[in-house]
């Protein structure tokens, strides 16, 4: 069982950034691809980025693409997203998800364990 616990959210105006970090339990954390989904309200979760189990392999929704960087930590066990110039679009819960493979996905049905999500809110 994994534990994700993610932190980072909060309020901020159009163009400014936040990183969100997402902790993990357990000793096998880099052998688990990792993601990070959203949900806007009234609308469904939507894959937003994901990372391979040993990083090297990166893929983003096309929205946030040249935004948005996903990284990791494998040592501390912690998944990362750095969000640059972002819009009132982006407003969103933000949910880290592990899978229990290294190679990524962006399906939500790839991911076995997901987080509580932690709020962004975009002002414009």
């Known amino acids: 069982q994994v534990q994700l616990l993610e932190s980072g959210g909060g309020l901020v105006q159009a163009g400014g950034s936040l990183r969100l970090s997402c902790a993990a339990s357990?000793?096998?954390?880099?052998?688990?691809?990792m993601g990070w989904f959203r949900q806007a309200p009234g609308k469904e979760r939507e894959f937003v980025a994901t990372?391979?189990?040993?990083?090297?392999?990166?893929s983003y929704t096309d929205s946030v693409q040249g935004r948005f960087t996903i990284s990791r930590d494998n040592a501390k066990n912690t998944v990362y997203l750095q969000m640059n110039s972002l819009k009132p679009e982006d407003t969103a819960v933000y949910y880290c998800?592990?899978?229990?493979?290294?190679?990524?996905?962006?399906?939500?049905?790839?991911?076995?364990?997901w987080g509580q999500g932690t709020q962004v809110t975009v002002s414009s």
């Open positions: 998800a592990a899978r229990r493979y290294g190679s990524p996905a962006v399906y939500e049905s790839g991911y076995d364990y």
């Open positions: 357990g000793r096998t954390f880099g052998s688990y691809a």
């Open positions: 990372i391979s189990g040993s990083g090297r392999i990166t």
